[in-house]
């Protein structure tokens, strides 16, 4: 069962800076331009803002304060109009496979996850892009989550300086990182809030702050069709679809935003996606459900469509959660659709579930929250679900 946290879901997309309680402008989330822009309105000279972003964005500072190659008096100055905010972290689980997750809660109170994966070669944040989803696909456990509003920028870099503050990577290191990738793959539909995406990711490119290449940044979409081509050109990120049946009919309920976008058009666009090739592969994501996308026909179909495109695939075994309508299909069901889609020539890796004990899956840890929250107060135990 879910409890929302508010009697009554409500729509609001604004970012919760808007809302914010501390009236100084969090200087977090502006964009070179901008931040240039508001130390010439404060009377700073150019290099102040330059200053002001290796703090921020290389060495990490959370306090005007700490930033000692600016004089006293300026820094006094500066806090007085403005301040650097994270989110505030309201849950951190470590699961027994390394795998970490943040539970963050921003000023007006709306919380999302953010999940750090530590792999042999590499260390992967999964970051969301709104509260909540409005896509309501019917195997996400996030749309069923009623409130949504989108992430401001500073809410979506925020998710990153966060998990930078946790590994202890201050100042930015050149190399042997533990947060080497990105994946907008949380909660929200990236692309449904696209500028604030696109703003906290070039701040996340720049080679003079968090310094995360293109390369490293993969965009997961369930196909905004209109938005891919923009994506592309202006962002040059990796691009994920989350495809997940190969007929209209089916993908229609398990992603009902197909029945805007159809397959075929959602292909096409990946075809003319800018940058895509065969070193830079557009994923197809495909959740295994079992009796329902599973069947050897269908892997055979996924491989006719993809025909053309520099793809690979990643097979992700369902992660089921409390009133879901699906389950996941066997392990034999899962082989032998990896075996023909692989057998076609395409990478089809089987994703292993992580964190599972610390409620990985998206929007999981959100939920038991509030179930928590809600029997702490009514004096109830949680019910392990
Ligand atoms: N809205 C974007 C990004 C968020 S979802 C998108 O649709 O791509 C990230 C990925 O997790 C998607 O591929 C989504 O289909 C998948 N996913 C969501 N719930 C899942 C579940 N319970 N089990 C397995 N994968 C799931």
């Not at 792999?119 to 019917?138: A, K, P, Y």
């Not at 042997?176 to 692309?191: A, C, H, K, S």
């Not at 906290?200 to 081509?229: F, H």
Request: charge should be positive; glycine fraction near 6%.
């Amino acid at each position: 069962m879910l409890v929302l946290a508010q009697p009554f879901p409500y729509l609001s997309m604004m970012p919760s800076e808007t809302l914010s309680a501390d009236p100084r402008r969090n200087l977090v989330g502006l964009s070179r331009e901008a931040l240039a822009a508001e130390m010439a309105a404060f009377g700073a000279e150019p290099f102040r803002a330059r200053q002001l972003w290796h703090w921020i964005y290389h060495r990490g500072a959370t306090d005007l304060a700490a930033m000692t190659s600016l004089s006293k008096g300026f820094r006094n100055r500066l806090a007085e109009r403005y301040a650097i905010r994270r989110p505030a972290v309201s849950h951190s689980l470590a699961s027994s496979d390394g795998t970490r997750k943040w539970l963050l809660r921003f000023s007006d109170g709306q919380e999302v996850e953010t999940v750090h994966i530590p792999e042999e070669d590499r260390g992967t944040l999964c970051v969301s892009s709104q509260v909540g989803c409005t896509l309501n696909c019917t195997f996400c456990h996030t749309g069923t989550q009623l409130l949504v509003r989108n992430l401001g920028a500073e809410e979506i870099i925020g998710q990153v300086m966060v998990a930078r503050d946790a590994l202890g990577e201050w100042p930015s290191p050149q190399d042997d990182r533990q947060l080497t990738n990105i994946v907008l793959m949380g909660m929200g539909e990236p692309l449904y809030n696209y500028d604030n995406v696109a703003a906290a990711m070039k701040i996340v490119m720049d080679p003079e702050g968090l310094s995360v290449s293109r390369r490293k940044i993969t965009l997961s979409t369930a196909g905004v069709v209109p938005m891919i081509r923009r994506c592309g050109a202006e962002l040059a990120v990796n691009l994920a679809i989350s495809l997940h049946a190969v007929r209209d009919d089916l993908r229609d309920r398990l992603v009902p935003l197909n029945r805007k976008y159809p397959i075929t058009e959602l292909l096409d666009a990946c075809r003319n996606y800018p940058g895509a090739s065969n070193a830079r592969r557009i994923t197809f994501e495909y959740v295994m459900l079992k009796g329902v996308n599973d069947s050897p026909a269908e892997a055979r179909e996924l491989v006719r469509l993809i025909a053309g495109i520099p793809a690979k695939v990643n097979l992700i075994p369902f992660n089921s959660w409390p009133g879901s309508p699906y389950e996941c299909s066997s392990d034999a069901a899962i082989a032998a659709f990896s075996d023909i889609v692989f057998s076609a020539g395409y990478s089809a890796p089987v994703r292993t579930p992580r964190g599972r004990d610390i409620f990985a899956a998206c929007g999981q840890l959100k939920s038991a929250s509030i179930r928590l929250r809600r029997s702490a107060r009514e004096g109830t135990a949680l019910l392990a679900s």
